[in-house]
């Protein structure tokens, strides 16, 4: 066999492997997260960023998947610490709901571990920075440097409270707390330090890169690609483009009864948030009016695809805006666009955040 031919051999070769172990990856990142594992991690992202809408039905799913009551108020309690007491409150108010409406069905669903309301350690600051030093696999002096020594009671919130009282009780392990912090973290914008942060300690736990690209997938699912890139680009991914071949780009021209006005820039500003803060796929809904005539309203609508534009079309708050404001609209026109470049779109989006 000449020196040609084994080349093409070798190259053959080279490429058959590749694929065989891109389709093994694959294989293995499906697998790396289980059905509990991925209702968890959607549980804590849909929270994090106030999504109550499609909390109900994640709620039921990871009931079913096997998830105990107590697991899922844990991570709820837990999360307070990193998105706010209202989410959190509001979560657990949805959950409490869904469970009340599965019992009346007659489903039973599994209590699991008791949760623990005291803590008994008489030094709870030494106690959680044991378990951050556990976590974190690196010495925790006291205060904390930097934010410690400038707020130390902030320091102590975070030892005691989160460290101690929270992570003492056992009804979730450190890697699944780990799990529930990454998932909310990685669904919120603004926090990609204290997010990478946590993938090391998640890591430290026993927390996969493999498990950390299937979490890709679910928080590009529920929060939206951006924020997934985010979570790609802090774990060393490529990050995927934003918009599909079949984006969206509408210009809906729009005039209003005088009498009406108030109150249907009320509703639209309402329902215009609600969008871009709940739908992935919607890159952005921009209401304007023109300064001359306030009742000619032009909105700016970009949707990464056509199936997100279709969704859109479905939800309670699109649905509610088009009930409540029916009877004040005199004309409506919906002007499809393309865009001239394509590729600078994305710039526009990042140069304003």
């Given at each position: 066999?000449?020196?040609?031919?084994?080349?093409?051999?070798?190259?053959?070769?080279?490429?058959?492997?590749?694929?065989?172990?891109?389709?093994?990856?694959?294989?293995?990142?499906?697998?790396?997260?289980?059905?509990?594992?991925?209702?968890?991690?959607?549980?804590?992202?849909?929270?994090?960023?106030?999504?109550?809408?499609?909390?109900?039905?994640?709620?039921?799913?990871?009931?079913?998947?096997?998830?105990?009551?107590?697991?899922?108020?844990?991570?709820?309690?837990?999360?307070?610490?990193?998105?706010?007491?209202?989410?959190?409150?509001?979560?657990?108010?949805?959950?409490?709901?869904?469970?009340?409406?599965?019992?009346?069905?007659?489903?039973?669903?599994?209590?699991?571990?008791?949760?623990?309301?005291?803590?008994?350690?008489?030094?709870?600051?030494?106690?959680?920075?044991?378990?951050?030093?556990?976590?974190?696999?690196?010495?925790?002096?006291?205060?904390?440097?930097?934010?410690?020594?400038?707020?130390?009671?902030?320091?102590?919130?975070?030892?005691?409270?989160?460290?101690?009282?929270?992570?003492?009780?056992?009804?979730?392990?450190?890697?699944?707390?780990?799990?529930?912090?990454?998932?909310?973290?990685?669904?919120?914008?603004?926090?990609?330090?204290?997010?990478?942060?946590?993938?090391?300690?998640?890591?430290?736990?026993?927390?996969?890169?493999?498990?950390?690209?299937?979490?890709?997938n679910i928080i590009e699912k529920y929060a939206g690609r951006t924020q997934a890139n985010i979570l790609r680009s802090s774990i060393g991914e490529p990050e995927?483009?934003?918009?599909?071949?079949?984006?969206?780009?509408?210009?809906?021209?729009?005039?209003?009864?005088?009498?009406?006005?108030?109150?249907?820039?009320?509703?639209?500003?309402?329902?215009?948030?609600?969008?871009?803060?709940?739908?992935?796929?919607?890159?952005?809904?921009?209401?304007?009016?023109?300064?001359?005539?306030?009742?000619?309203?032009?909105?700016?609508?970009?949707?990464?695809?056509?199936?997100?534009?279709?969704?859109?079309?479905?939800?309670?708050?699109?649905?509610?805006?088009?009930?409540?404001?029916?009877?004040?609209?005199?004309?409506?026109?919906?002007?499809?666009?393309?865009?001239?470049?394509?590729?600078?779109?994305?710039?526009?989006?990042?140069?304003?955040?």
């Amino acid at each position: 066999m000449d020196r040609k031919s084994i080349l093409k051999m070798l190259l053959l070769f080279l490429v058959l492997f590749s694929i065989t172990m891109n389709a093994q990856t694959k294989i293995e990142d499906n697998n790396a997260l289980d059905a509990r594992q991925q209702n968890m991690a959607a549980i804590s992202a849909l929270t994090a960023i106030g999504n109550t809408v499609d909390l109900k039905t994640v709620f039921n799913s990871g009931l079913d998947s096997g998830l105990t009551i107590n697991e899922i108020k844990e991570a709820l309690i837990q999360l307070y610490a990193y998105c706010g007491f209202p989410r959190s409150l509001n979560a657990l108010g949805i959950f409490k709901t869904v469970i009340e409406e599965r019992s009346a069905k007659g489903i039973k669903d599994i209590q699991g571990k008791s949760i623990v309301v005291e803590n008994p350690a008489k030094d709870k600051y030494e106690q959680g920075r044991k378990v951050l030093e556990e976590l974190t696999k690196t010495p925790q002096p006291k205060p904390a440097p930097g934010f410690g020594e400038f707020a130390p009671r902030i320091d102590a919130f975070l030892k005691e409270h989160l460290f101690a009282d929270i992570f003492i009780n056992d009804v979730l392990s450190y890697s699944q707390r780990e799990l529930v912090t990454i998932s909310a973290l990685a669904a919120m914008p603004g926090v990609g330090a204290q997010l990478k942060s946590h993938i090391g300690i998640g890591k430290n736990t026993g927390i996969t890169d493999a498990q950390l690209r299937v979490l890709c997938n679910i928080i590009e699912k529920y929060a939206g690609r951006t924020q997934a890139n985010i979570l790609r680009s802090s774990i060393g991914e490529p990050e995927l483009t934003v918009t599909a071949p079949d984006m969206m780009v509408r210009i809906s021209e729009i005039e209003i009864l005088p009498e009406f006005i108030e109150q249907y820039n009320a509703i639209l500003e309402e329902e215009s948030t609600a969008s871009v803060v709940l739908e992935s796929g919607v890159i952005a809904i921009y209401p304007m009016f023109q300064k001359e005539n306030p009742s000619q309203i032009r909105i700016v609508e970009i949707y990464s695809d056509k199936k997100a534009y279709e969704t859109h079309l479905q939800t309670p708050h699109f649905k509610k805006y088009k009930e409540t404001t029916l009877k004040m609209v005199k004309f409506l026109k919906l002007v499809d666009m393309d865009a001239l470049d394509n590729a600078i779109m994305p710039q526009v989006f990042k140069k304003i955040k």
